[in-house]
């Protein structure tokens, strides 16, 4: 409750200051000179309050990647959103109104009018909120959060006006004046709306969850971080989804949490540290709610609504691999047999039989190098000295990091020494046998091996 409160302060102050900052260059009766004026004032509105939540849901997340991120797309998204819906719902108002005056109508009419004008500018601010978290799921909430907070708004701007109006008419006009009183509806407009859509995304995320993570022991205690991605990173960088700072022995990117259909698997990316579920030393297993999640020093619960995900098994493992930076790759399972740190190569799972006297390509899935192919047509040395594919960018890999040997029954991968290994589908390996859909692990950068 205690959140919900603190965004709906942040929405009526962003809603507050917005009004503050342009109120006081409006320019009076002057048609042409206002309708510039109201076109600023709803950018104003939509930026200020889209930034502040966007960079609320950041900081909340944590970090500053996703603090400046929520800043910078909710400031720009709304913008666009609060002009692109308040000139539909304006539109909207007028076909439903005609030109009658609105304070000519009855009050029940005048909500419905306003109402159908207010609601579409929430909604478009609602999607831009939801947008600046580069999550689908986060633009649904962020729609039905804005459209609830736009029905809202309106129903209560009349009612309010009519009770708040008599009240700053006497405060703004001496005896015998005329009370300019468009001040107080345009306060009203910003604080309502931002107010409204700030709670009710807040109460739609809430509600809309169906699998999340609390943390449980370590910095922040029962701070939550939903899982709604596809692929959800867990580690001390930045640019995870899940940031968990002030602890060395958590790598970077640590582990990951997939994702597939409704079950959720735990995946350890070679951490050095590793992982643990309930305690045990785990390199992929299902998850079910209620299980504890190890990472160094710091321990979350992964949590599910009831009926959202399946209750594990006693051995229900997914041998898939994945990315500890850039974009997620979709998996696929396969049967998962475990393996040394080090990696026997019969250990590794394979994923798909290999294909004879084929010519191989790697594609890279992430990093600097992201959608480009590399065609192997020999022996080939992978690392910052490699002259067939430019890793120089790559402190995490060595000079002389692996060397690849195209072979009629596979693509063979020994590890050079490295000082931070190769792995192929997820496990550390010595020498490996790669087939055509497994992917190879360079310092930051994972490659798909293809054939032809």
């Known amino acids: 409750m205690g959140q919900l409160l603190f965004r709906t302060l942040v929405g009526l102050v962003a809603g507050l200051a917005a009004w503050a900052i342009m109120e006081p260059s409006m320019p009076g009766l002057d048609p042409l000179r206002y309708e510039r004026w109201e076109f600023l004032f ?72 306003r109402t159908v004008a207010i609601a579409p500018m929430a909604l478009m601010l609602g999607i831009a909120i939801g947008a600046a978290s580069l ?10 959060g804005g459209l609830l907070a736009g029905l809202t708004a309106g129903m209560l701007f009349d009612i309010l006006g009519s009770a708040l109006g008599p009240f700053f008419a006497r405060l703004q006009a001496g005896p015998g004046e005329v009370a300019e009183v468009g001040a107080l509806p345009r306060a009203m407009t910003a604080v309502l709306i931002g107010g409204t859509i700030a709670l009710f995304i807040g109460i739609v995320e809430r509600l809309a969850r169906s699998a999340w993570l609390r943390l449980r022991l370590g910095r922040n205690e029962g701070k939550e971080w939903v899982v709604d991605m596809s692929q959800t990173f867990i580690g001390r960088s930045e640019r995870a989804h899940v940031p968990l700072f002030g602890d060395p022995s958590i790598a970077p990117m640590h582990a990951c949490i997939v994702r597939q259909g409704g079950a959720y698997v735990l995946m350890d990316s070679g951490s050095g540290t590793g992982t643990r579920l309930n305690g045990t030393p785990i390199q992929q297993a299902g998850l079910a709610s209620g299980d504890m999640i190890t990472l160094g ?139 055509a859909g497994d992917l190879l692990k360079i310092g930051v950068t994972t490659f798909r091996l293809e054939t032809g």
Do not use: W
């Open 135 to 144: 999550s689908p799921k986060s633009i649904r909430n962020g729609a039905l």
């Open 297 to 435: 020093a710091t321990t979350l619960e992964f949590i599910t609504r009831a009926g959202a995900a399946p209750v594990r098994g006693p051995e229900q493992y997914l041998g898939a691999a994945y990315p500890m930076q850039g974009t997620p790759v979709p998996l696929q399972p396969t049967p998962y047999m475990p393996a040394t740190a080090s990696g026997p190569a019969a250990a590794i799972p394979v994923t798909s039989a290999p294909a004879a006297t084929v010519g191989y390509t790697l594609v890279a899935l992430d990093g600097p190098l992201a959608g480009k192919r590399y065609p192997l047509t020999g022996p080939t040395d992978l690392g910052r000295e490699s002259k067939v594919i430019p890793l120089a960018f790559d402190s995490m890999t060595s000079r002389r990091h692996a060397h690849l040997e195209p072979a009629a029954m596979g693509l063979q991968v020994t590890d050079l020494t490295s000082t931070n290994g190769t792995f192929v589908n997820g496990q550390k390996v010595d020498s490996f046998s790669m087939h």
């Open 42 to 113: 709803i950018l104003a509105v939509g930026g200020l309050i889209g930034g502040a939540v966007g960079c609320l849901n950041g900081f909340l997340r944590g970090g500053k990647i996703h603090t400046l991120r929520g800043l910078g797309l909710g400031l720009v998204l709304g913008c666009v959103g609060a002009e692109v819906g308040y000139s539909f719902g304006g539109s909207l108002s007028q076909a439903i109104g005609g030109h009658i005056p609105i304070y000519d109508v009855p009050m029940p009419m005048r909500m419905v009018v």
